[in-house]
């Protein structure tokens, strides 16, 4: 079987998300500690109010560990270790791929805490089924040929409630055919089988999206934690309460930390409606309203604390409240909006969390880059949605008519040149002749864009190459991560390509967290020492 290539990219984002990742804006983010004694301390210091496993005990309802995943659980509980935290709103078949590389990532940054620090660290993976984005919750998007195709829920008769209360239906079987198709000859029947024994009639969207999970991401030792179980609720009960009673102040702050980021030149990541609180109520219907201020102080009497949940500003806090966390994993809009995280953390007392970014890679198939050698087409060509089929197109117009129309330009700056000669009296003004100039190239490029564009008709194979290459790298003019599921992938290449990308995301993390230079200072201090 040939395996597919990983390549590993920067993972971008806005202005403020890549100076966060560079280190920068000390004042909104917690910085990285420096080297693996500092990685220790500051480790330490996280665990130490978790010491005596109260928390696991409290949670394992909501985790359900079970295997390696357990054990390094216990390991963290028992050994006053950390948690390594990532996490991804409940999606259609697991969501996208870079739900994957989350969970990776975080597994990575633990492996390398435990291994430079000694510190026990464990990766949990928070399953946000507590969302009600219904609209991207719904779809899963797969590769197939001539493009990329895009399975879809039927919308459910509540609007606005939480992925734990979405039912999946009979229909849940034609989606599940659908993608068992785009994967095509599957190496790995274990992915699809999950799908199956987890997508099923009667159960909900966020119960499927967690046992999916865990059966993925348990074998390797990440736990899954299911945010709409009670026992979530029960634990950040006090949280909750303590964000209502705050809730005006927390308004100011975080309306004065919008003001420092658009004066700095940036634009807040999440908008701030004024008059609501950080704090969501399930109704009787289930669906999700955001509380406002004038109802945050009497909520706790009005609500049960498992109907009261967190936005995404309040959610970091919650996390770090309820799990020693010593570092989230996040995506680029994530470690934008930590800025604001910063200021909510200030009102409540609660240290801000480690925000760190996520890998960001590209699975190139062999069926795509042979694809990708046949167009004479580069992978990152195709971020563009006409550059590639135009240049294809006038490449493919018949060589005849490609040499009249060069031609043409030639006579065309041949002739106004010789008009412009030719008056000697100056009898037209130079601009008006260089105006007929480009008006005739303006009418010869038309053409040519109309010859492409019959060329782009009868060429509907070449065209479909172009789209399904497309459909596999850039989905709609994304990154592949952002878009794709990863289901087919693992289906199609099992745990060749899973040790790939694992290793790319540990030595993702030793990048990120400067390892090589903690060893490099570490060398020199003992050089040092011994002379």
Request: glycine content about 8%; overall charge neutral.
């Amino acid at each position: 079987m040939s395996i597919a290539r990983v390549i590993s990219e920067e993972i971008g984002g806005s202005p403020l998300a890549r100076g966060a990742q560079r280190g920068e804006f000390r004042d909104w983010y917690r910085p990285r500690p420096r080297d693996a004694a500092g990685w220790r301390e500051y480790a330490l210091d996280v665990a130490r109010p978790f010491q005596g496993g109260e928390w696991l005990a409290a949670l394992t309802p909501a985790l359900a560990p079970t295997g390696v995943a357990a054990d390094r659980l216990r390991g963290v509980a028992n050994g006053e270790g950390v948690i390594v935290s990532t996490g991804q709103q409940a999606a259609l078949f697991g969501g996208p791929l870079y739900t994957l590389l989350k969970a990776l990532s975080a597994l990575a940054v633990a492996d390398l805490l435990v291994r430079e620090t000694g510190v026990p660290a464990a990766p949990v993976f928070w399953a946000a089924t507590d969302d009600a984005d219904f609209e991207e919750a719904s779809t899963a998007t797969v590769a197939v040929a001539g493009g990329a195709r895009t399975l879809r829920l039927p919308t459910p008769a509540h609007a606005s409630i939480p992925m734990s209360r979405v039912p999946l239906d009979d229909s849940i079987g034609a989606l599940i055919r659908e993608l068992e198709d785009a994967c095509g000859s599957a190496a790995n029947e274990a992915p699809l089988a999950a799908i199956r024994a987890s997508h099923r009639p009667g159960t909900t969207l966020g119960n499927a999206y967690v046992q999916l999970l865990r059966e993925v991401l348990e074998p390797l030792g990440i736990a899954v934690l299911d945010a709409s179980h009670p026992a979530v609720r029960r634990a950040g009960a006090a949280v909750i309460s303590h964000a209502l009673d705050r809730a005006e102040a927390i308004e100011r702050a975080l309306r004065d930390r919008a003001a420092a980021l658009v004066s700095a030149g940036f634009t807040p990541q999440v908008e701030q409606v004024p008059g609501l609180s950080l704090v969501f109520a399930e109704e009787d219907a289930g669906e999700k309203r955001r509380l406002p201020l004038r109802e945050a102080m009497q909520a706790g009497q009005r609500y049960a604390p498992d109907l009261l949940g967190p936005n995404v500003l309040l959610r970091p806090l919650l996390e770090r409240s309820i799990l020693p966390s010593a570092a989230y994993i996040a995506g680029p809009a994530e470690i934008a909006y930590f800025a604001q995280v910063s200021a909510v953390s200030a009102m409540l007392d609660i240290p801000t969390p480690l925000v760190l970014p996520r890998l960001s890679a590209t699975v190139v198939e062999p069926r795509i880059e042979r694809l990708l050698a046949r167009l004479g087409v580069a992978r990152e060509e195709l971020a563009d949605p006409h550059v590639v089929e135009n240049r294809l197109a006038r490449a493919a117009v018949p060589p005849r008519i490609a040499d009249a129309l060069m031609a043409l330009r030639r006579d065309v700056d041949a002739n106004v040149a010789a008009l412009q000669s030719a008056d000697e009296r100056g009898l037209i003004p130079g601009a008006s002749v260089e105006s007929l100039r480009r008006a005739i190239m303006r009418r010869i490029e038309r053409a040519e864009r109309r010859y492409a564009a019959a060329i782009k008709r009868q060429e509907s194979e070449l065209m479909r190459d172009v789209a399904t290459a497309r459909g596999a790298l850039y989905p709609g003019g994304a990154r592949q991560e952002r878009v794709l599921s990863f289901i087919p992938f693992l289906a199609r290449y099992g745990a060749p390509l899973l040790e790939m990308l694992r290793a790319d995301a540990l030595r993702h993390a030793t990048t990120m967290l400067g390892v090589e230079g903690w060893r490099r200072e570490s060398s020199s201090a003992g050089v040092a020492e011994r002379v």
